[in-house]
């Protein structure tokens, strides 16, 4: 059998420095009023002992977890096939662990799964959420308020009796539709056709709102429902050629769903872009550099967009290292997207 070391304790560091523990603690919490000289002797003993905090005794300490929920409103089967979770997800991870803080991720793969995130978003085990993916009938938003989490939404929330103060990050998807539609125009497509997302998410609505801001007579065959995924591409797609096998654009709300549009008009002998140009938003390079041909998308940065999340809830929890970065109190974020020209239009 073998002898375990025992963990060095807080005490042992207190000694080491020279301090009480009483300072020995404050300088491990993060707390104030502790002169530079003592701070960095205690951290040279937290080094040289390789103490680590008992978390459950720092919380009682400094009332914080130093853990963060990320709740996406989607199925597990779809969060981990579309690339953009991925991104979003890097940039939180990356934001969180620069500030010490964990992320515990929490999916919802159906309505059951509501009442269990609220419990555990109620029961005091993390300080905030980052939300994103939700829908407009989403019960999430009424049961993170009732828990009473400081909360930043991913995309501009919208459900019903939401309020006018929840923050939130997202790009300018109306703008970038506008973009990818005036790009189709330019090029003398006259016979535009519009795959969106669920319009249940104001994501697709805000795409599908740039989409009509431009080509407002356009007729209404030439706009399909889809659901975000190449599967969906690929039956809207479909349905698109079977009202108007004369379009000659596409514009499909995100990347996977222009992809397996693309495959559509391949099998049916269209060319793309000679027969039909077609143009993605999401820039998820993955899907856009090696579809055939090449995707042309309106880029948002995801990543970003992740990583001001994490930073805008940090703030809004008072995280000192954040909040000395900025000024004033925190506010939504909504990022300029940029088309990137590829082959395909």
Not at 96 to 103: G, I
Not at 160 to 173: I, K, P, Q, T
Not at 216 to 228: I, N, R, W
Request: glycine share 8%.
């Amino acid at each position: 059998m073998t002898d375990t070391a025992p963990r060095p304790t807080l005490e042992a560091v207190a000694a080491r420095a020279g301090v009480s523990r009483a300072t020995a603690s404050r300088v491990v919490n993060g707390g104030d009023g502790v002169r530079e000289p003592l701070v960095a002797r205690v951290r040279r003993a937290v080094e040289e002992l390789g103490y680590v905090p008992n978390q459950a005794a720092r919380s009682l300490v400094t009332k914080r977890h130093d853990a963060v929920a990320v709740v996406i409103a989607e199925p597990e089967t779809r969060v981990f096939a579309d690339p953009f979770f991925a991104l979003q997800l890097r940039g939180i991870s990356k934001e969180l662990t620069a500030h010490d803080n964990q992320l515990v991720l929490l999916l919802v793969e159906g309505r059951d799964d509501h009442a269990r995130v609220g419990r555990y978003l109620a029961g005091g085990h993390v300080d905030g959420a980052l939300v994103f993916s939700l829908h407009l009938d989403d019960p999430l938003p009424g049961l993170i308020q009732h828990a009473g989490v400081p909360t930043v939404f991913g995309g501009r929330p919208d459900w019903s009796g939401g309020r006018s103060e929840a923050l939130y990050v997202d790009c300018d998807n109306r703008e970038g539709a506008r973009e990818a539609v005036r790009h189709l125009t330019g090029l003398g497509r006259t016979r535009i056709a519009h795959i969106t997302g669920p319009l249940d998410q104001t994501s697709a609505a805000d795409r599908l709102d740039g989409f009509r801001d431009m080509m407002a007579d356009a007729d209404p065959q030439l706009v399909v429902e889809s659901d975000f995924t190449p599967a969906g591409g690929e039956r809207a797609m479909r349905e698109l050629l079977e009202r108007r096998p004369d379009l000659d654009a596409v514009f499909a709300a995100n990347d996977l769903t222009a992809a397996g549009a693309l495959r559509v008009l391949r099998e049916s002998g269209r060319r793309v872009p000679e027969d039909v140009a077609v143009i993605g938003f999401d820039d998820v390079l993955p899907v856009a550099e090696q579809t055939e041909p090449p995707l042309t998308t309106v880029r948002q940065d995801i990543e970003e967009m992740g990583r001001l999340m994490a930073r805008l809830l940090l703030r809004r929890l008072g995280h000192r290292a954040v909040a000395e970065d900025a000024e004033g109190a925190p506010s939504s974020v909504v990022l300029p997207t940029t088309l990137v020209r590829r082959a395909s239009a």
